[in-house]
């Protein structure tokens, strides 16, 4: 048998963290090796027995604002390794947009109302302890309105060059470092950038918010933001 993936879980609501953990614990997949009800006492966990994933609320004490993400940048920045699924009530885009700020890889943004299957979020939790990322579809939808429920996707007008570009972002390099990777210069990946951006309908946003929602788009379109 499979090594057990060890998760600390975190919410406010002592009846939510008992059903995440539950929903966990029963798949025979995952060992839940702490629950706890704030911020400061989910880092004190991680930085004691570094689990593979964390699955937090987005809405905690003190303010009920962003402290899930919050915690989770300070969590990433101490062990890139940790995985780390965020669950919120609503399909926020500006959250989304600050919790993959410094890229994708290994963080999950998933509506609580998709827990109700518990497969879905084992799934999610086993996707980011590999380094991969799930983004719940209606946050994509809120980001890259309504091109990304076309059946045909906005990334088909892309070129090659602008596709790989696109890639690149998705691993959150920045221009400078796709540029090197792509041996072009970085005015060139600006160029191809703004290009992106505007064949995505990205136009209206600051640079920050369109990178974000680009590379949601990717992720969407290459199959790593399942249906939930």
Avoid: W
């Amino acid at each position: 048998m499979a090594e057990r993936l060890r998760v600390a879980v975190a919410d406010d609501h002592y009846l939510v963290r008992e059903g995440i953990c539950r929903a966990l614990d029963d798949s025979g997949e995952i060992e839940v090796i702490a629950a706890v009800g704030a911020p400061a006492e989910l880092e004190g966990v991680v930085d004691r027995l570094v689990p593979d994933v964390v699955v937090t609320d987005i809405r905690m004490p003190p303010s009920h604002h962003t402290e899930g993400i919050d915690a989770a940048h300070r969590i990433r920045a101490r062990h890139p390794a940790v995985g780390v699924v965020v669950l919120s009530q609503y399909a926020e885009a500006t959250y989304a947009m600050e919790l993959l700020r410094d890229g994708p890889a290994g963080l999950a943004y998933l509506l609580k109302e998709r827990i109700g299957d518990p497969d879905q979020l084992v799934a999610a939790v086993r996707e980011v302890a590999r380094g991969g990322s799930v983004i719940d579809p209606d946050v994509v939808g809120a980001l890259v309105g309504s091109n990304a429920q076309q059946q045909r996707s906005p990334l088909v007008h892309l070129t090659d060059r602008e596709r790989a570009v696109l890639e690149q972002m998705a691993q959150g390099r920045t221009n400078a470092a796709i540029g090197a990777h792509l041996h072009l210069s970085e005015s060139s990946i600006e160029k191809y950038a703004t290009s992106i951006f505007a064949k995505l309908g990205l136009t209206d946003e600051p640079q920050t918010h369109r990178r974000v929602a680009a590379v949601l788009a990717f992720l969407h379109d290459a199959g790593r933001a399942q249906p939930l």
